[in-house]
């Protein structure tokens, strides 16, 4: 791109991510309050989480200034980084085991969850590889096949750490960017096929996953077990009604749903802000991507339009999943609310992400 072509980036997604930033900063703190009290340092979570939220605007303001068109120049730099450290949680001293799961790594003293860095590569990845101007779409082993197999081979690293939830995303966001590049309807029938038997099985072979499926169906079957996370998350939801008990004053934060500052974040907005709080969260989130969608829509190239996409498509399944799972509408996975919920790494690579959209956003046609 000529400098000259550069104009102002999208302020209406800016000014959101801040504001969506900001609130989660204060919902952070008001739903890990009780649980700080343990560490004796109530300012424990959210000091973590604006120190994440620096550095992610830092990352976002400098990446929203350098041209996207240079990503190229890293994609085969990140896959390796991406499959280094991915592979790095399972090194002793260097992988970090956290409720049985290893998927953080400690670097400096900061722990970081490699599964994000996978979200970004992935899309960036993909965008490129669809976008070059030899490949046809019709052709599945030479368009389609080959950012599969990437997200294949990330998706095997995660499901052993475990964390299916995070492999899915990436999977749908994946598919989602191929199916937007053209893939013709016979392939996606054919691969949906395909995926059906598989997800059915991942999601049965182990005895902790079979039991999120049959507490989803039923969670009362086991309320003390398998099915305590939902009920819980309902129990929060349920009294918030129009207007919320009020900030700070959620009655489920009080060691009844199993750290609220993470995934189930928004239960606690349910609780304290009522349903005017979780809408306003949607209506913000909506906007966000209705914004992201008019970029790729307008990206003055099929690498920037699937980049945006991307990036777009990423933000949203994670709301969804998100969503769903607090409110019961789906299975219980460990996927965050992007940008409110309490986590470094996500927060960092989300807002690097959404600096890359900005900077897509400069080039627009509109």
Same mark, same amino acid.
């Given at each position: ?12 997604i800016?000014l959101?991510?801040?504001?969506l930033?900001?609130?989660g ?7 890990s ?8 340092d109530?300012f424990?979570?959210l ?5 994440w939220?620096?550095l992610?605007l ?5 990446v929203?200034r ?6 190229k120049?890293?994609?085969?730099p ?5 499959f ?11 992988g970090?085991v ?6 953080w ?13 996978t979200?970004?590569?992935?899309v ?18 030479k368009s389609s ?5 990437l997200m ?7 499901l ?6 995070t492999?899915v995303?990436?999977?749908a ?15 996606i029938?054919?691969?949906s096929l395909?995926?059906?038997? *598989?997800?059915?099985y991942l999601a049965?072979s ?13 969670p009362?079957a ?7 996370h939902?009920?819980?998350?309902l129990?929060?939801l349920?009294?918030?009604g ?5 900030l ?10 199993p ?5 189930f974040?928004f239960?606690i ?20 991507l209705w914004r ?8 003055p ?5 699937? *980049?945006a996409?991307g990036?777009?498509?990423m ?8 969503i769903?799972?607090v ?9 965050? *609310?992007?940008?409110?919920?309490a986590?470094?790494s996500?927060l960092?690579?989300?807002?690097t992400?959404i600096?890359?959209?900005?900077n897509?956003?400069?080039?627009t046609k509109?």
């Amino acid at each position: 791109m000529k400098k000259q072509e550069r104009k102002d980036p999208d302020y209406t997604i800016f000014l959101v991510t801040v504001i969506l930033l900001a609130f989660g900063l204060v919902m952070v703190f008001s739903a890990s309050i009780i649980v700080a009290h343990v560490r004796e340092d109530h300012f424990y979570y959210l000091r973590r989480q604006a120190f994440w939220a620096v550095l992610g605007l830092v990352s976002l303001f400098f990446v929203s200034r350098v041209n996207y068109w240079k990503l190229k120049k890293l994609i085969w730099p990140m896959v390796i980084l991406n499959f280094v450290l991915l592979a790095s949680v399972y090194i002793p001293g260097v992988g970090v085991v956290i409720n049985n799961a290893r998927r953080w790594i400690s670097i400096g003293g900061l722990s970081i969850q490699p599964s994000e860095f996978t979200k970004l590569t992935v899309v960036v990845f993909t965008a490129w590889f669809l976008s070059r101007p030899e490949v046809k779409m019709n052709n599945f082993f030479k368009s389609s096949l080959i950012p599969l197999s990437l997200m294949g081979a990330s998706f095997l690293l995660i499901l052993q750490q475990p964390d299916l939830g995070t492999g899915v995303a990436i999977a749908a966001t994946t598919g989602l960017i191929i199916v937007i590049a053209g893939m013709p309807l016979w392939q996606i029938f054919a691969l949906s096929l395909m995926a059906g038997p *598989l997800g059915y099985y991942l999601a049965m072979s182990e005895d902790y996953r079979r039991q999120r499926i049959l507490s989803f169906l039923d969670p009362w079957a086991d309320p003390l077990d398998s099915g305590y996370h939902i009920i819980q998350s309902l129990l929060a939801l349920g009294p918030g009604g129009l207007l919320g008990a009020g900030l700070g004053l959620s009655r489920q934060k009080l060691y009844y749903l199993p750290e609220p500052q993470n995934d189930f974040i928004f239960a606690i907005i349910g609780e304290e802000l009522g349903f005017l709080g979780t809408f306003t969260v949607l209506v913000l989130f909506f906007i966000l991507l209705w914004r992201g969608f008019k970029v790729a829509l307008h990206a003055p190239d099929s690498f920037g339009s699937l *980049l945006a996409a991307g990036i777009t498509g990423m933000i949203g399944l994670q709301v969804l999943i998100n969503i769903g799972v607090v409110t019961g509408s789906m299975p219980v996975t460990g996927i965050n *609310l992007p940008l409110i919920s309490a986590g470094g790494s996500s927060l960092f690579f989300t807002l690097t992400a959404i600096g890359v959209l900005l900077n897509v956003s400069r080039y627009t046609k509109i």
